[in-house]
């Protein structure tokens, strides 16, 4: 089975804060993505990569920046948390590109700013 | 930008009775997906339904897809408590199948 995993489940920062969020999924998928989930929102896209050092912006990329070092893991970095920030914050990869496979989301991250 | 849009918002039943719901969605799609989320949990992959796909079975589960009116069904029958959970349908664009695009869900209650 493939597994998703997020560093944090719960995290509360201050305003101002630099904040990292941790996703690693251990089956050599190509594709990470990063959303947000709010209540009457949906989820959002915030950045995604397809391939090691590479990366693409989603629907709602202002405030956040992402890495992807190597394949299994992808940073989520929040460079100066602001309270709209407070959300849960969801991991997902695929092996292929997302229209095509199914995507396997990490437990989420509920991230409370302050 | 949210493409599908599910109806309805929040179904309530009983344990054992069908559950339905719908994703209504607004350009060409390459296929569809649905998911599931149980509460403040991460999403769970259920089905994917192709453009060329009618029907598709999985367990209890029904997808069913009409492109001509941009509109898929999930049905969940004889349904049970550990249905309860937040439904989600996701599109990927005929045009750009690098994201997909998620509607903003059904809350499902199944009552014991």
């Known amino acids: 089975d493939v597994k998703v995993t997020q560093s944090s489940r719960y995290l509360v920062k201050r305003t101002g804060e630099k904040v990292f969020l941790e996703c690693v999924q251990d089956?050599?998928?190509?594709?990470m993505f990063w959303y947000r989930q709010d209540p009457g929102l949906g989820l959002r896209l915030i950045y995604f990569s397809y391939d090691v050092k590479m990366k693409e912006k989603g629907d709602i990329p202002e405030g956040y920046s992402v890495s992807r070092e190597k394949k299994e893991r992808f940073s989520l970095i929040l460079e100066s948390a602001s309270t709209n920030q407070t959300s849960m914050y969801l991991c997902?990869?695929?092996?292929?590109?997302?229209?095509?496979?199914?995507?396997?989301f990490g437990p989420g991250t509920r991230l409370l700013v302050l | 930008s949210q493409q599908g849009e599910e109806d309805p918002q929040a179904l309530s039943i009983q344990e054992g009775e069908n559950a339905t719901m719908n994703c209504s969605y607004k350009?060409?799609?390459?296929?569809l997906q649905w998911y599931r989320q149980n509460s403040g949990r991460g999403l769970v992959h259920l089905i994917l339904?192709?453009?060329n796909e009618r029907e598709k079975h999985s367990g209890r589960l029904r997808v069913t897809l009409d492109t001509s009116k941009k509109s898929s069904s999930l049905l969940i029958t004889a349904s049970r408590a550990a249905d309860t959970a937040s439904y989600f349908c996701?599109?990927?664009?005929?045009?750009?199948?690098?994201?997909?695009?998620w509607g903003l869900g059904t809350s499902l209650a199944v009552n014991p």
């Open positions: 997902a990869s695929s092996l292929g590109i997302a229209g095509s496979e199914t995507q396997y």
């Open positions: 339904i192709r453009s």
């Open positions: 089956m050599d998928h190509e594709n």
């Open positions: 350009t060409s799609i390459n296929n």
């Open positions: 996701a599109t990927a664009n005929a045009g750009n199948n690098r994201k997909l695009i």
